[in-house]
C-alpha cells in the first residue's frame, strides 16, 4: 500500500466520506467518493453534494448550495479520494483567458470553470484564481476558501 492509495483513492474506502482532513501547509480536504465521469485530471473541479458524492462541475449540475472542491488526482467512478475545500491551490481546472480575482463559475466543460457567466449563472463563492489562465484552457494556481454553488449574477 502507497501513501497514494491511502490519501487519495482506490480500492475499499478505509476512511469515511465526509472526513475532514488538515494538511501541513494549512489546507483543508474532505473524503469523497468519485461519481459519474470520476475526475478527468488534476486540478478538475468538483461538485460535492450532501453524500459527498463529487462529479466534475459543470452547468447542467451546479446546484445552489453544494460544496465545490478541487481534485488532486485521476480518478473513475467509484474511486474514493479527497478534495481540496480550503488553502492555497496550485492547479485550478480553468477556460483560456479565465481572469485572476474573478468571480468563477461553472462551464458546459465538465470540471472547468471561468469568468464569462450570463444572467442567471450561479456562481461559486469562495475560489479565486491568483493568476490569469494563458491563451488555452489549463490550470491555474488560486485560493479555496470553503467554496460552495452561491450567488446569481444579475445582469442589468
Same mark, same amino acid.
Given at each position: 500500500?502507497?501513501?497514494? +492509495?491511502?490519501?487519495? #483513492?482506490?480500492?475499499?474506502?478505509?476512511? /469515511?466520506?465526509?472526513?475532514?482532513?488538515? *494538511?501541513?501547509?494549512?489546507?483543508?480536504?474532505?473524503?469523497?467518493?468519485?461519481?459519474?465521469?470520476?475526475?478527468?485530471?488534476?486540478?478538475?473541479?468538483?461538485?460535492?453534494?450532501?453524500?459527498?458524492?463529487?462529479?466534475?462541475?459543470?452547468?447542467?449540475?451546479?446546484?445552489?448550495?453544494?460544496?465545490? *472542491?478541487?481534485? /488532486?488526482?485521476?480518478?473513475?467512478?467509484?474511486?474514493?479520494?479527497?478534495?481540496?475545500?480550503? !488553502?492555497? =491551490?496550485? +492547479?485550478?481546472? =480553468?477556460? #483560456?483567458?479565465?481572469?485572476?480575482?474573478?468571480?468563477?463559475?461553472?462551464?458546459?466543460?465538465?470540471? #472547468?470553470?471561468? +469568468?464569462?457567466?450570463?444572467?442567471?449563472?450561479?456562481?461559486?463563492? *469562495?475560489?479565486?484564481?491568483?493568476? %490569469?489562465? !494563458?491563451?488555452?484552457?489549463?490550470? %491555474? /494556481?488560486?485560493?479555496?476558501?470553503?467554496?460552495?454553488?452561491?450567488?446569481? #449574477?444579475?445582469?442589468?
Amino acid at each position: 500500500v502507497t501513501v497514494d +492509495d491511502v490519501l487519495f #483513492q482506490y480500492g475499499t474506502n478505509p476512511v /469515511p466520506v465526509g472526513t475532514m482532513a488538515w *494538511g501541513t501547509d494549512g489546507s483543508a480536504w474532505v473524503r469523497i467518493l468519485y461519481g459519474t465521469g470520476g475526475s478527468t485530471g488534476l486540478g478538475y473541479v468538483l461538485n460535492i453534494d450532501e453524500t459527498f458524492t463529487a462529479v466534475m462541475l459543470a452547468q447542467a449540475n451546479d446546484t445552489y448550495g453544494d460544496i465545490v *472542491g478541487v481534485s /488532486p488526482v485521476v480518478a473513475t467512478a467509484g474511486d474514493y479520494g479527497w478534495a481540496q475545500l480550503y !488553502g492555497t =491551490c496550485d +492547479d485550478i481546472r =480553468c477556460e #483560456q483567458d479565465a481572469l485572476a480575482n474573478a468571480k468563477l463559475a461553472a462551464t458546459t466543460d465538465a470540471g #472547468q470553470i471561468d +469568468d464569462a457567466g450570463a444572467a442567471g449563472t450561479l456562481y461559486i463563492n *469562495g475560489l479565486t484564481l491568483t493568476a %490569469a489562465r !494563458g491563451a488555452t484552457d489549463g490550470n %491555474a /494556481p488560486g485560493r479555496l476558501n470553503w467554496p460552495m454553488i452561491d450567488i446569481v #449574477q444579475v445582469i442589468a
